[in-house]
Every structure is written in structure tokens, then in C-alpha cells.
């Protein structure tokens, strides 16, 4: 079946410092989605992208989704607390109807005092 | 809040139990999922209903049994599980048709004994 493979595993940052991670895909996806889920919790979305070279932000979120269509990276600015959490990419290959998602194996975002 | 509400949130049962996992959205989506996530560890497609008809198993064993009797509700029924079927059972809806992004609700821990 189809993979993203999501990187990195795991950041160890400080407080206010940017983060990048990203996803990459060997096969063509339609949709990227970006999600936040945190302990005890079911993932929440963040941010969803339709269309190759789309950039698109949500406050201190940023994300893009690749021209090749098989990439995707998200980028959070200024990061606080709050932020801390894992970090999932998801893929969709076909367009309409309904089909499940492929997701990345997730970026443990700690932040350190 | 999620819109997607699950119940119960923490469910413990014996390998001979039958018990369901229920889940419930009032957003109007025509499509409805469970995935199955272990700790650490990705989501993990099970089933997709399409307009309260099955449309996807991704070969998943029988002693898990899906059923929507609505457009508003997805039920899991479980039977005869095994150890390794402790995991964060996740439901998830979205718009049917187009590139709709999926919402997922807060999922429910199940532990086998």
C-alpha cells in the first residue's frame, strides 16, 4: 500500500524557536492534511490542501503542498507551549467519494523551558 | 470540543465479552470511518461507510462488526477479541464527494484481558 514517510521522528526545541517538518509520498496524492493530536485525544486538523503549490496558513501554521504532488511540509512559527504534541501528515489518493487516509508516522514535537 | 462524539472513552473486556463501540456526529457527513490507532503509532484505516453502506474493509478480522443505522451513527461491535486488539479506537466523518477532510472524534482506549 501507499507510505509517507514523515520527518523528522521526533524535535527537541525551545520556546520561540521555528519548526519544519515535512512528508514525502513515491506515489501521487490529491489531498494533504495536516493534524495535531495530543494525549488522550483523537487528532484534530489544522490544515487541508487541495491543490499542488498550495500554500496555506492557519495563524503561526503554515503548510504546503508539494508541485510534484507527492510532497508536503508544515512549518509553525514562534512556537509556545501549547504546541507540543504529535504531528501527523495525511494523504488522500483519489478525488470524490469516500476514502480512508493514509497518514506519516507522526513528529513528537517537545519543547523544552 | 469535537463534533464527533465517541462512547464509551474507556471500555476494559474479556476475550469472551461482547461489547460496542459507538459513535455519533450531528455535521451532516455522509461518510463515516473507524480506524484503529496504537500507542505511537498512526491511525490505521478499518472501515468506511459510504451513505450508511459499507464501502471499504481493509481485511479486518471478524470478531470486529460494523454497522451504521443512520447518517448519524457508526457502531463497532466487538466479540472474542484478542490482547492485541487493546488500542484508541477512532471514528471519523467527513462530507462525501470532493476532497473533504475527515474530523475525527476523541476516540475510545479499549484494553482486552
Known amino acids: 500500500g501507499q507510505q509517507l514517510n514523515q520527518s523528522p521522528q521526533s524535535m527537541f526545541i525551545q520556546e520561540g524557536e521555528d519548526v519544519s517538518m515535512n512528508c514525502t509520498s513515491s506515489?501521487?496524492?490529491?489531498?494533504w492534511l495536516w493534524y495535531k493530536q495530543d494525549p488522550g485525544e483523537g487528532p484534530v486538523l489544522l490544515i487541508a490542501l487541495y491543490k499542488a503549490g498550495e500554500l496555506t496558513s492557519n495563524g503561526r501554521l503554515t503548510a504546503q503542498f508539494g508541485i510534484t504532488r507527492k510532497d508536503s511540509f508544515l512549518n509553525i512559527s514562534a512556537s509556545i507551549p501549547s504546541d507540543v504534541g504529535i504531528y501527523f501528515c495525511a494523504g488522500r489518493a483519489t478525488g470524490g467519494g469516500a476514502d480512508g487516509l493514509t497518514f506519516g508516522k507522526g513528529t513528537h514535537l517537545i519543547i523544552q523551558p | 470540543d469535537t463534533e464527533v462524539t465517541q462512547t464509551p472513552k474507556h471500555l476494559v473486556m474479556g476475550m469472551t465479552n461482547k461489547k460496542s463501540l459507538k459513535c455519533e456526529q450531528h455535521?451532516?457527513?455522509?461518510?463515516m470511518y473507524w480506524y484503529k490507532q496504537k500507542a505511537k503509532k498512526p491511525p490505521e484505516l478499518m472501515f468506511v461507510?459510504?451513505?450508511?453502506?459499507?464501502?471499504i474493509n481493509e481485511s479486518v478480522p471478524s470478531r470486529f462488526s460494523p454497522e451504521c443505522p443512520n447518517s448519524s451513527l457508526l457502531n463497532l461491535h466487538l466479540h472474542a477479541l484478542q490482547p492485541e486488539d487493546s488500542a484508541l479506537y477512532l471514528c471519523?466523518?467527513?462530507?462525501?464527494?470532493?476532497?473533504?477532510?475527515?474530523?475525527f472524534g476523541d476516540g475510545t482506549r479499549l484494553s482486552i484481558l
Open positions: 461507510y459510504s451513505y450508511e453502506k459499507l464501502s
Open positions: 471519523a466523518s467527513s462530507q462525501q464527494g470532493g476532497y473533504q477532510p475527515q474530523h
Open positions: 455535521m451532516g457527513h455522509r461518510a
Open positions: 506515489s501521487i496524492f490529491n489531498t
